[in-house]
């Protein structure tokens, strides 16, 4: 009897011994199975490749440059320059903390353009400050009567965009006769014995459009094709809203053209009356073309 439950006692820890094994084979199978699963899962699994392209796109997010932001600081020698009298202008470029700006890049062969128009807008003039370090830029000039005037700075910092910061000078002296800012009566100008007609100046507020100049000589009407390099280019535009808020340098579509076409490319922002200047340059002289457009 004893014996007879010897021999039970041994066949069932044997059978649950088997069944351990059989049990731990299978574990383990299923852990392998599950880790070449979880080795894959980036390439076979839609969820996990969602989360492995949703990792990649924060390092590449935390990895985007910031946008460089910058101001403009204004000074003139004088406290309040005089009509015909030259004035030191010295405008320093630097970012929202106040650390001067030391790069820019070059834009049509110049780090900075200085625009200056008078209220009226009759008075335009395109010029080019010495950089002299650290962010500062400096320029003598000289303004030809008494009256408001309003500044442009036109740059490019580096690793920034394109960028435009301006301010309002007094001059003191006798102020000129102010001009009416109405639309051209002509679609073309006569300067310096060029003819210069405007094409397609009906421009619409929010639409691409393309502003063709036509050159030819006043007197004989013969298409002017020798028009020489302005700054690296054919020639530019800058344009200028009534109010002088809105401000567009525009650079030509085919920068190494000679006439007798010179056309650029530009969206008015809003309706209104703007101010149209085209600068060009030939027998080593430039030459500027006013017109003035209303935008619908």
Known sequence: MEAKMKRIYLIGLLAVLVLVAACGKQNKQETDNHGAHGGNSQVASPAASSAGEHGAHGEEHSGETK???TNAEWKWSEETPKSG????????IQDTDGKAIEAFDINHEKKLH???VSKDLSYFDH???????????????SFPSGGDYKLFADYIPTGGSATTKSEWIKVEGLAAEQVPIKPSDEHFVIVDGVEITLENNHPEAGKEMELNF????AK???????LEPYLGAVGHVVILSEDTEQYLHVHPMEEKAKGPEAKFMTIFP???????????QRNG?????PFVVEVK
């Open 67 to 69: 946008k460089l932001e």
């Open 85 to 92: 009298e030259n004035t030191v202008i010295t405008v320093q």
């Open 114 to 116: 200085l625009i200056a």
């Open 127 to 141: 010029i080019h400050p010495e950089y002299k370090g650290n962010g500062q830029f400096e320029i003598t000039t």
């Open 214 to 217: 036509k050159l030819s000589d």
């Open 220 to 226: 004989s009407k013969d298409p002017i094709t020798d």
């Open 270 to 280: 809003s309706a209104g009356v703007y101010k149209i200047w085209g600068q060009f």
């Open 285 to 289: 002289k430039t030459f500027i073309s």
